[in-house]
């Protein structure tokens, strides 16, 4: 998980970002159950959630706009193409105890392996967010 904020914000100097830099802080989120789960480590704060949405246009002018900050995965901000095009924002790590990995796997019939397309599948997928 990581803070996504426009290069003027003064966040975007900040090598980590704090639960106290969040506060008063204007958000947008993606809707997102873990996303979601995230936030709630920051409850006891006053945040500033402007809206939650599923569009990542939205999101991407936001943060282009220096409107708002976003919570949200970091490999999402490499590979979306709504929000990897943009160079207007930085994205930014949580300091602990809030920086929070996920991790991705699958399940298999072993007597049967891995077929030629879910292998290549894989292969992409790996490139995709370990590789950047």
């Known amino acids: 998980m ?5 290069k003027k914000s003064p966040l975007a100097k900040q090598t980590l970002i704090t639960e106290e830099m ?5 958000i947008v989120l993606y809707n997102d ?3 979601q789960e995230f936030m709630k480590g920051f409850s006891s704060l006053p ?9 990542v246009d939205t999101i991407r002018n936001t943060l ?6 976003n919570i949200g995965f970091d490999y999402a901000f490499r590979t979306d193409a709504g929000l990897s095009r943009s160079d207007q924002y930085v994205v930014v790590n949580f300091a ?5 990995t996920y991790s991705f796997g699958y ?5 049967n392996g891995l077929s030629r397309i879910i292998r290549e ?4 997928i790996h490139r995709t967010i370990v590789s950047k």
């Open 2 to 6: 990581v803070a996504a904020v426009n």
């Open 22 to 26: 969040l506060i008063n802080q204007p």
């Open 33 to 35: 159950k873990y996303i």
């Open 47 to 55: 945040c500033d959630i402007l809206f939650t949405t599923n569009n």
């Open 64 to 69: 282009e706009n220096n409107t708002a900050i």
């Open 96 to 100: 602990p105890p809030h920086y929070k």
């Open 107 to 111: 399940f298999y019939n072993a007597n």
């Open 121 to 124: 599948f894989l292969k992409r």
